[in-house]
């Protein structure tokens, strides 16, 4: 019999969600129902709703064999949850449903993940199934699976390293970017193409990166934005540049053109996707109005994990999902949030146990300073005219965030791409803070955890800013 099944999983969540200590639950981020979750996998705009799939251990806030949690929403913000759609039961997932996507076909839901599995000889493999729903919430793994495995590699490829695979279309057939290990020691993304999603031809290596790009790539997402050819990933450690690429798992955008005759992507332009600790694998979804939605776990690997320390039953969460844009040749973020979902509220009567987002506004160009916490237990968030940078500083939380990465671990910061800083949007939500300047052209995201009792109050430590508070609902 098989250890993981869906049936088990739902039945846990349901008996044992109650038991989920709330203290650090974000409102409007999402987090799963109990247990721990990474990176966000079949996100997509499906029969008039958002779905969210995601990495997903219930049994314990730790990570562990790896199910996908689901969730739906219809306006990015609130969430409901799903049955569990894929556990780990069958020979060519035994070890793992490792992070995938998802599409559309013929009015059904298609799941592309990978198989996290050791071969007969007891190595590990990593090899790429497909699972089909009719309802949207009921999945079928086929009886095809996998439908790819090692002998679909082109040489020079590391089969245990060979996963996340991002499904797309275009002009007719179904492509799929999954990324590998070189035997060079490089990241790559390969690309393969199908016309039915289950017969499958490797077509190339779309791009291979450099020793300074990273040693393995995770979670690559393409897709063409504004005119511009775009990839998403996450590099383990890439070279640190100034003040980019500072954690050891960090993401990247990179601006390319795809030349479709040998298929191949060629790069033109690599930044920094976020600037904070705790952003991860994010994934992309295009929805009925053509915006480009992109969520990403809150989290990055060899973060101390504050809320399996404290037994609270639950870890990490998503971003808020952001909207993509390519403006005059720059990437930027926005958020999703209207003025459906925003009250405003004044400084004075400033409540701290609910979502905010607070627009921040220099009346002149000069340092300023805000404080979130208590006198002696805060995370400061500042801009210095000097360098033009903002940073996000965890060094006076009383709860230690440490990481793998070499110094500095609390600090993380980044130089605004305008001469100017003209805003400074913040989202604060229970544990997390994103920023998000100029309408988007920099965003920064990271948890905090406030000892007991300390509540998020804001202050203007230092400077001269206009600061307007609207609650989240
Ligand atoms: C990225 C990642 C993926 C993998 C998944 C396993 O965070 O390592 O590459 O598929 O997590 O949970």
Wanted: charged residues 25%; proline residues 4%.
């Amino acid at each position: 019999m098989n250890q993981f099944t869906i049936e088990r999983a739902n039945q846990f969540i349901e008996e044992n969600k109650h038991l989920v200590n709330p203290q650090y639950r974000p409102q409007v981020h999402f987090t799963a129902p109990i247990g721990w979750i990474n990176d966000p996998n079949g996100f997509i705009f499906y029969q008039g709703e958002y779905h969210l799939f995601y990495q997903h251990y219930p049994y314990d806030a730790i990570w562990g064999p790896m199910h996908w949690g689901h969730a739906k929403s219809k306006d990015l913000i609130h969430w409901e949850h799903l049955p569990v759609a894929l556990a780990p039961d069958k020979d060519y997932d035994l070890g793992g449903c490792f992070s995938g996507s998802a599409i559309e076909k013929d009015g059904k839901l298609w799941l592309m993940y990978t198989g996290n599995i050791q071969n007969e000889q007891g190595e590990p493999r990593q090899i790429q199934n497909i699972a089909v729903s009719e309802d949207g919430i009921h999945f079928e793994k086929i009886a095809q699976n996998p439908v790819l495995t090692e002998a679909d590699l082109p040489e020079g490829i590391v089969p245990a390293d060979f996963r996340d695979p991002k499904v797309f279309e275009k002009d007719g057939k179904y492509y799929a970017v999954i990324v590998a290990r070189h035997v060079d020691g490089v990241g790559c993304v390969l690309l393969y193409s199908s016309d039915d999603l289950i017969d499958w031809q490797y077509e190339s290596i779309f791009l291979k990166g450099t020793k300074e790009q990273g040693e393995m790539w995770e979670c690559p997402d393409y897709f063409n934005l504004d005119g511009v050819d775009t990839l998403l990933m996450s590099p383990m450690r890439f070279e640190r540049d100034d003040l980019s690429h500072h954690n050891l798992n960090t993401t990247v955008v990179v601006k390319g053109k795809v030349d479709w005759e040998k298929k191949e992507f060629i790069p033109e332009q690599w930044d920094e996707l976020d600037h904070g600790h705790d952003f991860y694998a994010p994934q992309t979804l295009e929805d009925d109005q053509g915006r480009r939605i992109m969520i990403a776990w809150m989290n990055t690997w060899g973060r101390n994990n504050v809320t399996k320390e404290l037994d609270h039953q639950w870890a990490f969460s998503m971003t808020m999902p952001r909207v993509l844009n390519w403006r005059d040749n720059q990437f930027t973020q926005t958020h999703v949030l209207t003025e459906a979902h925003l009250a405003a509220e004044t400084m004075d009567d400033f409540s701290t146990n609910q979502a905010k987002l607070l627009v921040l506004q220099p009346k002149k160009q000069a340092d300023f300073e805000l404080r979130v916490g208590s006198a002696n237990d805060y995370v400061s968030i500042r801009y210095e005219k000097d360098g033009n940078a903002v940073y996000l500083d965890r060094e006076n939380l009383r709860i230690d965030l440490s990481g793998e990465e070499n110094e500095p671990v609390n600090q993380r910061g980044f130089r605004v791409k305008e001469a100017q800083l003209a805003k400074l949007e913040i989202i604060l939500d229970t544990n997390s803070i994103e920023l998000i300047t100029n309408d988007g052209t920099a965003t920064l995201s990271s948890n905090i955890y406030l000892g007991e009792g300390i509540e998020p109050v804001v202050t203007l430590w230092n400077g001269d800013v206009e600061i307007t508070s609207y609650v989240i609902q």
